[in-house]
């Protein structure tokens, strides 16, 4: 059942961003009096389709094989490969015979699309939910092996990457990726200090999960009714500093702790107001005493409809930056970040098990900004490399001939090809793993 839920939600995110991307291609196309041939959601491979109708001058359909979808325009050099339409005389309703500015915009409809898409969606997430995450201004980290390899212990508060401030403590790990960081200016145990920042880590940054667990102070909120200590005396608001003398700080030393008397009563000592009590407690033979802890506050934020336009607007953007970044680290073989590139497998993965509509929401919104700016990436066979060409006619004023054309889309192919082929490697090699 997990499985087809992941599966439906997959499809129907792709299936909607392919159409809003093409779209976007028809609907200049259509603006400009270009005649659109084919309008497929998936691939017609041998002219086949599960179904097709016409609608003016162009054919729509869902094609057979599950995997992208075009938009046929007539008179441009594009995946279809239609050779025998650039033998005949141009004519004034191709793409080909309209002037360098209507054909830019063509091209770059399907990425305004998906830009647009991704401001609407993030403008109705920031109105219905608004936004909410652990501000990183007093949080307090439980760093992992990795990150403890690189330095950070726990406890440590991180003030900055380099110039850099992070608000959001979930995104302390991307940060760090993300912004080629040299330097880190932690506090620890009341003093500043600054931790130098090895590259060669990065590419384990990227392949590990959870660097940065968020550290919980040791305070009581309530004791669990049936765990053996709910009239032990601990009340709500206790810093418990110690068992049977050993200190502890977080919940994370308190495990440590805890499961090496799994079985046994132990000592608590617990600070309250001015005072220090000890209190004896008894450990279940899972290294659990049964407490639940206050957690740090998290930070919320709530737009009305006007207040949720300029919202929706900033994290688009900061969505994009952080993409772009992204890519960035593709570009640095060293990092090893080609090897989280991953297809649709990679993206049914990050899909909810459960229906869920804000994360749904949420990933559909990030998967458009992808879409968006991969297809801007200046590889021929992509609406960035059209978008270069014309670009350079239009500074230039000499226009690429079709063969030069014809021949950059061959080879783009071929690039999308080997990153498909990388893609589905990847994961694949991490499901066998």
Known sequence: MVALIKTLQVILALSLLIIIHEFGHY???????????K???????????????????????????????????AGMVDE?????????????????????????LVMAGGVLNNFIFAVLVYCLIAGIWGEAFISNENAQIAPNELAQEMGFRLGDHIISFDDYEPQNFGMLQADLARRNV?????????????????QAFIGDVLNTAGMFDLAVPFIVDSMRYDSGNAACGLISGDKVIAFEGQ???FIQDARTVLSGHAGSTVQA???????????????DTLGQIGVYLQLPQIERRHYNALEAIPAGFRLTGETMSGYVRDLGLLARPSTGAYKSVGSFIAIGQVFPSTWDWYRFLNIIALLSIML??????????????????????????????????VIMQMIGMVLLLALMVLAFGNDIARLIH
């Open 269 to 283: 000592l617990a600070v309250r107001g001015a005072d220090t009590l000890a209190f004896p407690v008894k450990v």
């Open 372 to 405: 968006g700016i991969m297809n801007l990436l200046p590889i021929p066979a992509l609406d960035g490399g059209h978008i270069v060409f014309t670009l350079f006619e239009m500074v230039t004023g000499r226009k690429p001939s079709e063969r030069f054309l």
């Open 27 to 37: 609907l200049w196309a259509r603006i400009f009096g270009i005649r659109v041939e």
């Open 182 to 198: 040299s330097k880190a200016r932690i506090l620890r145990d009341g003093d500043t200090l600054d931790l130098y920042i090895d």
């Open 80 to 104: 279809s490969m239609d050779l025998d339409q650039l033998k005949r005389e141009p004519q004034h309703w191709e793409f080909r015979s309209k002037p360098a500015w209507q054909r830019l």
């Open 39 to 73: 309008f497929y959601l998936f691939f017609d491979a041998g002219g086949k389709a599960l179904a097709r109708w016409h609608w003016g001058e162009t054919e729509f359909g869902i094609g057979w094989i599950p995997f992208g979808g075009y938009c046929k325009i």
């Open 247 to 249: 200190k502890v700080s």
